[in-house]
């Protein structure tokens, strides 16, 4: 069991402290450590930093195209509200996959850093994107996002050293919003 106290001062600064045991601690996040007389923590060491793992790369990768594709079934529906939410499960991995790119030291952070750690040109993508994640204009977000996505692709498909069926899917899913560059997302393309 986690035991999780939030310290809030009168300047809203705030320290989370954690009680864990061997068991429950979940590596990642830098820690320091201030008294382990019998070097208990010798072995989570290790275990600190915020850097995707190779695999975790191409888990974000595959569901950046996983939930491309899953949007555009549902923009076909006409299932607005579900479709927002596909878009904003695309921005997670994408942001991840992003920081991968340009600060992978703190890709795990995802979102929380986007701002602080990626070029200012595709924080203003990723803002634009946001902007129009929206039940109104989620067609117009999926399109900046293929968009986003095809000028990074060549970067993306290279860190996996193979034309492998995962990057043929992602490539298919982005086409599927860049072909008609410049003119409204059409759901139709779905059928």
């Not at 009680?19 to 290790?46: C, N, Q, R, S």
Request: aromatic share 10%.
């Amino acid at each position: 069991m986690l035991h999780q106290i939030i310290a809030v001062f009168d300047d809203l600064l705030h320290i989370d402290l954690f009680t864990v045991t061997k068991e429950t601690f979940v590596g990642g996040d830098h820690f320091k450590v201030l008294y382990d007389p019998h070097h208990l923590m010798a072995g989570f060491i290790e275990t600190q930093g915020l850097t995707l793992t190779e695999q975790e790369y191409r888990d974000d990768v595959l569901d950046v195209g996983w939930f491309l594709y899953q949007y555009r079934q549902s923009a076909a529906r006409g299932n607005d509200i579900w479709s927002v939410k596909m878009l904003t499960n695309v921005v997670h991995h994408l942001g991840r996959v992003l920081l991968y790119r340009y600060a992978p030291e703190r890709a795990k952070l995802g979102l929380k850093t986007i701002e602080r750690s990626l070029p200012d040109e595709v924080v203003s993508d990723l803002k634009g994107i946001l902007e129009f994640i929206t039940p109104g204009g989620h067609s117009q977000a999926a399109l900046r996002i293929g968009q986003l996505v095809e000028r990074e692709y060549e970067w993306i498909r290279l860190q996996w050293d193979e034309d492998s069926e995962g990057m043929r899917f992602m490539k298919r899913m982005v086409e599927m919003y860049t072909k008609s560059q410049g003119q409204r997302y059409d759901t139709g393309l779905c059928n």
